[in-house]
């Protein structure tokens, strides 16, 4: 517990047997102030991303069913929203992310009163390792584009390294359950409105590290999944979803 906030650390995962015990690991060596709990959403993995994770300390929900990390995410979350945390921190679970920016993610919100910390590759004091160069393109094209529809300084807006007060999720006016928010759409859905419905909203500098050298190193397809995370800004913009 940290200034009185109960935190934990959201890691939805699929079949990441050979990354996630580094992720937790790592999560786990930081001051345990800032991490009550770590939370693992294996979400249906064929390998043994579960057991590798209780090896390293995390309590693990496991999921039968993929289903993708938005439904991941809101599995997370409502155990977070059971056992009253006050903070959530979501991270990927495959090794993307750097674990010791989590003090650096959380600052804004318990010290500064901020509801929702986006963290970017792309402000000062970040860095990205081995961005290809296709992920670099598109991300500071939405990023433009969240900027345009929404008012906020965006510069990463598909980041998925981010914090955000539990009490954001009991606004009535924002519903993480629907259905359609099952895989990339939950993040970005979330990101916009915390915006448009007035919350204080910040970045963090973090880096991204990607693993070219490792097969898998993405599990996004391009067009696909891509029109995947754009769609909530023009759903919500528009009027077609809520």
């Known amino acids: 517990m940290r200034n009185g906030k109960k935190i934990i650390v959201i890691?939805?995962?699929?079949?990441?047997?050979?990354k996630i015990g580094n992720v937790v690991k790592a999560v786990k060596e930081i001051d345990p102030s800032f991490v009550d709990c770590v939370l693992v959403v294996d979400d249906g993995s064929g390998d043994r991303t579960s057991e590798t994770a209780e090896?390293?300390?995390a309590t693990v929900i496991r999921k039968e069913k993929n289903r993708g990390v938005g439904a991941a995410l809101r599995t997370g979350i409502d155990y977070a929203a059971q056992n009253k945390y006050d903070v959530i921190l979501v991270m990927a679970g495959d090794d993307q992310d750097v674990p010791a920016e989590i003090p650096t993610?959380?600052?804004?919100i318990l010290e500064n009163g901020y509801d929702f910390v986006q963290g970017s590759r792309r402000i000062h004091g970040r860095r990205t390792v081995n961005m290809p160069l296709f992920r670099r393109i598109?991300?500071?094209i939405y990023s433009i584009i969240f900027?345009?529809?929404t008012g906020f300084p965006c510069t990463d807006g598909t980041n998925g390294f981010r914090a955000f007060k539990a009490d954001v999720i009991r606004d009535g006016r924002i519903n993480i359950w629907q259905d359609?928010?099952?895989t990339y759409?939950?993040?970005?859905?979330?990101?916009y409105n915390v915006v448009k419905k007035g919350y204080r909203v910040c970045e963090a500098p973090v880096t991204k590290k990607y693993h070219k050298k490792i097969v898998g190193y993405t599990k996004m397809m391009p067009v696909r999944d891509w029109w995947k995370i754009l769609r909530p800004l023009i759903f919500l913009k528009t009027g077609i979803k809520r």
């Open 105 to 108: 993610v959380l600052k804004p």
């Open 180 to 182: 359609w928010l099952d």
């Open 11 to 18: 890691l939805p995962a699929y079949n990441e047997e050979g």
């Open 147 to 149: 900027r345009f529809l």
């Open 138 to 140: 598109t991300t500071k």
């Open 55 to 57: 090896k390293e300390g």
């Open 185 to 191: 759409e939950l993040e970005p859905y979330l990101f």
